[in-house]
């Protein structure tokens, strides 16, 4: 595994991390459904960490599971969700959200007894709604979100250090099998991945305000700059380095990934949105009124939020 200089070297003789380094593969068979970014991701790391001992793959289109195959994220192809989850240890769900019903429905039949699902969604509520009824007795569902990430789709967008030192969040349902999730934990520590635990909701929240609000923020400064008369739209993107080039990366995201995730994280991006509407509104008055010092007083506050970031190894 590549080292990760944002996180200090375990002291020689030290016990490795649980899946860091494992005689045999964690699992057996894994499947993979959905091959873009984070499937493909995930085939990879399995494979360089020897996770996983053989990987299945599907996704919607054959040209998508040929790519995958072709860059040896899996082992195989399959064009059906029971096909492809069969004899499987793990099965890893990585589509996007709105697919996820009928992925359950359509893989259900195929689930071995004892099998582990997982998936890689960036909303947690849901995926226990929408998962959970279909699935079996005796198979255990686990939900898992790699907080990690880039604004590009697609098999070939994959990379296999894309977890490292990232935090992937596991929000099992209470009663869920103790050693099922920490299998799920072995993967992603193997992957390179810290490992939180915490309720769906909870997380939910969490991420409606530090990635599905800068998402939305996103979207719509550069939604603003499209609607500009054209000369001025021109200069925009001329003079794009001044801060408005961050927002276009983050507003090139997936459309039908961000779509799902709006829509299925309803509440808790409504109840951000009405926050940040209200501490606009304390800028403006500020800026109104010649506020210079309530202006440099927030400004100052925000400044020490992005040290604690870097202190933190997330920048
Ligand atoms: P992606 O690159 O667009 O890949 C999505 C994959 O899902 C594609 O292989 C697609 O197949 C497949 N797919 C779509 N509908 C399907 C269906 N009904 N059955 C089987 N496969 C289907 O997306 P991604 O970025 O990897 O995101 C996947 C999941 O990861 C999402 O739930 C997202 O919330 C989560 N996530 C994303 C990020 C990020 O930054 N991108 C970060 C953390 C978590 P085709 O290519 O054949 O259409």
């Given at each position: 595994?590549?080292?990760?200089?944002?996180?200090?070297k375990?002291?020689?003789g030290a016990?490795p991390?649980?899946g860091?380094?494992t005689?045999?593969?964690?699992f057996a068979?894994?499947?993979?459904?959905g091959?873009?970014?984070i499937?493909?991701?995930?085939?990879?790391?399995m494979k360089?960490e020897?996770?996983?001992?053989?990987?299945?793959?599907?996704?919607?289109?054959?040209?998508t599971r040929?790519k995958?195959?072709e860059?040896?994220?899996?082992?195989?192809?399959?064009?059906d969700?029971?096909?492809c989850?069969?004899?499987?240890?793990l099965?890893?769900?990585c589509?996007?959200?709105?697919a996820?019903?009928d992925?359950?429905t359509?893989?259900a039949?195929?689930?071995?007894?004892g099998?582990i699902?997982?998936d890689?969604?960036?909303?947690k509520q849901?995926v226990?709604?929408?998962l959970?009824?279909?699935?079996p007795?005796?198979?255990?569902?686990?939900?898992?979100h790699?907080?990690?990430?880039t604004e590009?789709?697609?098999?070939e967008?994959?990379?296999?250090?894309?977890f490292?030192?990232?935090w992937c969040?596991l929000?099992?349902?209470?009663?869920?099998?103790?050693?099922?999730?920490?299998?799920?934990?072995?993967l992603?520590r193997?992957?390179?991945?810290?490992v939180?635990?915490?309720?769906?909701?909870?997380?939910?929240k969490?991420m409606?305000i530090t990635?599905?609000?800068p998402?939305?923020?996103a979207y719509t400064?550069?939604?603003?700059?499209?609607d500009?008369?054209r000369q001025l739209?021109a200069?925009?993107?001329?003079f794009?380095?001044?801060?408005?080039?961050d927002?276009t990366?983050?507003?090139?995201?997936?459309?039908v990934?961000w779509?799902?995730i709006?829509l299925?994280?309803?509440e808790?991006?409504?109840e951000?949105?009405?926050?940040?509407t209200?501490?606009?509104a304390?800028l403006?008055?500020?800026?109104?009124?010649?506020?210079g010092?309530?202006?440099?007083?927030?400004?100052t506050?925000?400044?020490?939020i992005?040290?604690?970031i870097?202190?933190?190894?997330?920048?």
């Amino acid at each position: 595994m590549m080292a990760d200089p944002t996180h200090s070297k375990p002291e020689p003789g030290a016990k490795p991390e649980p899946g860091a380094a494992t005689t045999g593969p964690l699992f057996a068979r894994v499947a993979l459904i959905g091959l873009g970014l984070i499937g493909s991701s995930l085939g990879r790391v399995m494979k360089r960490e020897s996770l996983a001992g053989v990987i299945a793959g599907t996704a919607r289109t054959e040209a998508t599971r040929q790519k995958a195959l072709e860059l040896g994220a899996i082992d195989h192809a399959f064009d059906d969700a029971p096909g492809c989850v069969a004899d499987a240890d793990l099965v890893v769900i990585c589509a996007p959200l709105g697919a996820y019903a009928d992925i359950a429905t359509a893989m259900a039949p195929g689930l071995k007894p004892g099998a582990i699902v997982t998936d890689v969604g960036s909303v947690k509520q849901m995926v226990i709604r929408d998962l959970a009824p279909a699935l079996p007795d005796g198979v255990h569902l686990v939900p898992a979100h790699p907080v990690a990430g880039t604004e590009h789709s697609g098999p070939e967008a994959g990379f296999a250090e894309l977890f490292e030192g990232r935090w992937c969040i596991l929000t099992p349902p209470p009663g869920t099998d103790a050693r099922a999730v920490e299998k799920v934990a072995q993967l992603w520590r193997g992957a390179g991945s810290l490992v939180d635990i915490m309720e769906a909701g909870h997380h939910d929240k969490v991420m409606a305000i530090t990635s599905h609000l800068p998402h939305l923020i996103a979207y719509t400064i550069v939604g603003t700059a499209t609607d500009l008369e054209r000369q001025l739209q021109a200069e925009v993107i001329k003079f794009a380095a001044g801060g408005f080039r961050d927002f276009t990366r983050i507003a090139a995201s997936d459309p039908v990934m961000w779509r799902d995730i709006f829509l299925n994280n309803r509440e808790a991006v409504l109840e951000m949105v009405g926050r940040l509407t209200e501490d606009l509104a304390v800028l403006q008055r500020a800026i109104r009124w010649g506020e210079g010092e309530k202006l440099e007083e927030i400004f100052t506050r925000t400044r020490e939020i992005r040290r604690s970031i870097i202190d933190a190894g997330q920048a």
